[in-house]
């Protein structure tokens, strides 16, 4: 995937619009969504790409795949990093 860096500055700014389910700390408003803060860099990326790549074909699946549409490969390490440092 060519990833050999990861910014969890640059992956903070990148989950901007995340926070508005899973939380500014990645613990999820409605009990629904899913926590993310904490979870495994490798595995976060891999459920994102699992998304990405049609994957994950429930109802929320398909809206997440939507969320990250945007988002190069780049971005969703970054953006794991961030949430696995979390609390
Ligand atoms: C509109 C609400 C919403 C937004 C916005 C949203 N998510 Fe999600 N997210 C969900 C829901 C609901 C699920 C569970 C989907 C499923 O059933 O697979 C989920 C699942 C995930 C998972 C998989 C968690 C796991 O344990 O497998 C990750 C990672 C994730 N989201 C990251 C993100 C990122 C990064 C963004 C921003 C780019 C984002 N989400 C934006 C609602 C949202």
Do not use: V
């Not at 990861?6 to 899973?22: L, S």
């Not at 999820?28 to 891999?46: D, H, K, R, S, V």
């Not at 809206?63 to 390490?77: C, F, G, P, R, V």
């Amino acid at each position: 995937m060519g990833i050999t860096t990861t910014d969890t500055n640059a992956g903070k700014i990148k989950a901007y619009t995340c926070q508005f389910c899973h939380g500014s700390n990645g613990i999820a408003a409605n009990p629904t969504y899913p926590n993310i803060n904490g979870q495994n860099e490798q595995y976060l990326y891999q459920s994102m790409k699992a998304y990405q790549n049609g994957e994950r074909t429930n109802t929320m699946g398909k809206m997440m795949k939507q969320q990250l549409s945007s988002l190069k490969n780049q971005d969703l390490a970054d953006i794991a990093a961030y949430y696995s440092t979390m609390d």
